[in-house]
């Protein structure tokens, strides 16, 4: 079973930035599809950025797209995702993700996920 940890959330001002990390452990994210998704209180689970098995391939959710980048460390087998020009509207609780079949954008092709880590944009 592999179990994620994210961190590197905090408070931050819009236009600033910041690098969320996951790490795994029980699997190695060279072989494993690995997305991160976020979420508010009250509403659906948002897809932000995934990267394929080997870090092939990458694909980002529209409201991301220019500002957000996901990239491996295999040495460390972690995860980032680096937010930049943050916005107000990009509040909300980031959960990382790992499928062993599917480069996806969906929940439900997940297998598994960490607890999550809060970002909170002022403006």
């Known amino acids: 079973q592999v179990q994620l940890v994210e961190s590197g959330g905090g408070l931050v001002q819009a236009g600033d930035s910041l690098r969320l990390s996951c790490a795994a452990s029980?699997?190695?994210?060279?072989?494993?599809?690995v997305a991160w998704f976020r979420q508010n209180p009250g509403k659906e689970r948002e897809f932000v950025a995934a990267?394929?098995?080997?870090?092939?391939?990458?694909y980002y959710g529209d409201s991301v797209k220019g500002r957000f980048f996901i990239n491996t460390d295999n040495a460390k087998n972690t995860v980032f995702l680096q937010m930049n020009y943050l916005k107000p509207e990009d509040t909300a609780v980031y959960y990382c993700?790992?499928?062993?079949?599917?480069?996806?954008?969906?929940?439900?092709?997940?297998?598994?996920w960490g607890q999550g880590t809060q970002v909170t944009v002022g403006s």
């Open positions: 993700a790992v499928s062993n079949r599917y480069f996806s954008s969906l929940v439900e092709t997940y297998d598994y």
């Open positions: 990267t394929s098995r080997n870090a092939v391939s990458t």
């Open positions: 029980g699997g190695t994210f060279s072989a494993l599809h």
